[in-house]
Structures are given as structure tokens and as C-alpha cells.
């Protein structure tokens, strides 16, 4: 494998970060697919039963979801956890003084947090911005990480975008070169069975369909650029876009416009698991393929 092979989809972290630091100002006014995912998190965490006191969101962007954790977990801390710096400046801005949540900078592959020190981990479309699935991979790392910090039958919840994302601009991009410009999303059978590698039990995700119209390519782009979703793949060419290619690009994202407005689907993926406790031994786990289904609507 060469080196392009082994940065194909796989996204520049520092880059994450350095687009999110410019975005935190502009989050909350594009992050529509953000509060969707996050009321799709909260509807399917009602009926669990938990007994919930230390909570991590983890990729807490401007700290909506904290909020809403702790108020509905009473009397809970809550650690809003971001790799941006802007953004948990805005997250700290819209809290009350005496909210008992703490603002904390790391990468969510590395948390500064003891082993099973933490009830419920919340990752509302955080995996995007992680990389690849492979066990060796991002993926593999962030989950055997959070599983070290929940504790035995604590509770991790996740939203994350699938493969049939953004569908309209990576064919829109393909038209244009062939180079790396939307993020690989995980099919989410691949995303379960690194939960179960990464020692987490009983893995169960499904799958909603979301549509978002805008008016024509500008908007749509637009609202990628405010909420710090672009291009952040190792692979992107490290030149600049040129502008009549970028122009090409756009006319060919228009083509996909129908009665006046131009439709974005995405596959939005849902999943839970529970803390395994101490780690498998090397190599061993056990996988229950009927728990890991498929839900559409």
C-alpha cells in the first residue's frame, strides 16, 4: 500500500480543528443536521435505564447537548469535551454560571479522565471527524479510549453519518477530478463491530434517512462552510481549488436541482453500546450479529 492509499479517507485532525476553531462563531446558525441528530439521540435514550451522575459529551461543539443533559439528568456533572478551543469558548458563553458542567480541551482519543469514571458518554456526530473504522485505525483507538473511561455497564450513545451521505456532492465532485473531497462515511455494520473489538457490549445502531433542500449549490455550501463541515481529508489536494473548477463543481451539483431546490440526503446512523469493563483478551470477542439491525423510515 502506498502512502496516498493509506491517507484515502482518512481525515488531517489538526485541519478539524482549525476549521471548527473558525466556524465556532457561525455553528449555531447552520448546525441544523447537529440538533436533528441530537433529538434522534435523546428520543432513543428515554426508555434506557441508567443510573446517570458523570456524563462526557464528547465532540460538544458550542455545548447545546450539555445543556440539555443536565437538564435532564439532575444533578449530574457534565464534562463538555471538544478538540476546538473556539468552540467550548462559545459553549462556556451560553451556559449559566451555575451550571455544573466543565469545559475541557483534548482529543477524544486521548481523554485526560480516569478509568470508569464516567456513567454516559454522548457523541453526537463526533465519528465523522474521527477517521478511518479499521481497529488500528481512529476509529478502534476512540472507542477502546471511551470504553477505558465508562465505566461497567455505563451507557454510550452516538449519532454518525453513513455512507449514502452527501451522495450529490461526491458525484458532483467526480465530475469535475478525481480527487478526495467528501469524507468515506462507515457503513454502520463496520462502525458495530469495532464497538465489540474495542470491548464495548451489546452494540445496537440503526438507520434514519434525513433530506436537506436549499435553494441552489451556494447555499448548500454555504451552510458547510458556517458549520466547519470541509474538506479535511489527508488526501485533499494541497493546492488551492481552482475557481473554474470549483465553478464546475457547483453547475454540476445544480443538475441534481428538482422543482426549484436542490436536495441533500443524508443516512444519519444511530447506536448505543455498554461499557465492557476491563479490556478482552488480545484478539478475543464475541459478536451477536441479530443485535446489530437496521431500521429505515
Not at 69 to 96: C, F, N, P
Not at 152 to 172: I, M, N, Y
Not at 213 to 241: E, V
Request: glycine share 10%; hydrophobic share 40%.
Amino acid at each position: 500500500m502506498n502512502r496516498a492509499q493509506e491517507k484515502a479517507g482518512r481525515v488531517r485532525l489538526r485541519d478539524v480543528r482549525r476549521r471548527f476553531d473558525r466556524a465556532a462563531a457561525t455553528f449555531d446558525s447552520a448546525d441544523f443536521v447537529h440538533r436533528h441528530a441530537a433529538k434522534g439521540l435523546y428520543e432513543r435514550m428515554s426508555p434506557m435505564l441508567v443510573n446517570v451522575t458523570r456524563i462526557l459529551d464528547a465532540g460538544a461543539a458550542t455545548g447545546n447537548a450539555c445543556r440539555e443533559l443536565a437538564r435532564r439528568y439532575r444533578g449530574s456533572h457534565v464534562i463538555s469535551l471538544d478538540h476546538s478551543l473556539e468552540m467550548l469558548k462559545q459553549a462556556k458563553k451560553g451556559r449559566s454560571r451555575f451550571a455544573r458542567v466543565a469545559e475541557v480541551q483534548a482529543d477524544a482519543r486521548a481523554l485526560p479522565l480516569p478509568p470508569g469514571s464516567i456513567d454516559l458518554v454522548f457523541a453526537n456526530m463526533l465519528l465523522p471527524w474521527i477517521g478511518d473504522v479499521g481497529d488500528t485505525g481512529n476509529f478502534g483507538r476512540l472507542f477502546r479510549e471511551l470504553n477505558r473511561v465508562l465505566r461497567k455497564d455505563g451507557l454510550f450513545v452516538f449519532s454518525t453519518l453513513g455512507p449514502d451521505s452527501l451522495r450529490e456532492l461526491r458525484q458532483a465532485w467526480a465530475e469535475v477530478d478525481s480527487g478526495e473531497h467528501v469524507n468515506a462515511f462507515m457503513d454502520m455494520h463496520d462502525v458495530g463491530d469495532a464497538l465489540i473489538k474495542a470491548g464495548m457490549r451489546e452494540p445496537v445502531l440503526d438507520v434514519d434517512y434525513l433530506t436537506v433542500t436549499y435553494r441552489d449549490s451556494d447555499a448548500l455550501i454555504g451552510d458547510l462552510t458556517l458549520a466547519g463541515a470541509r474538506n479535511s481529508l489527508a488526501s485533499r489536494r494541497r493546492t488551492l481549488t481552482g475557481k473554474q473548477r470549483f465553478e464546475d463543481m457547483k453547475r454540476a451539483l445544480n443538475s441534481f436541482r428538482s422543482g426549484g431546490s436542490l436536495a441533500c440526503r443524508l443516512e444519519l446512523v444511530f447506536g448505543h453500546a455498554w461499557g465492557g469493563g476491563a479490556d478482552q483478551p488480545p484478539g478475543e470477542f464475541l459478536v451477536d450479529a441479530s443485535r446489530i439491525g437496521r431500521r429505515s423510515r
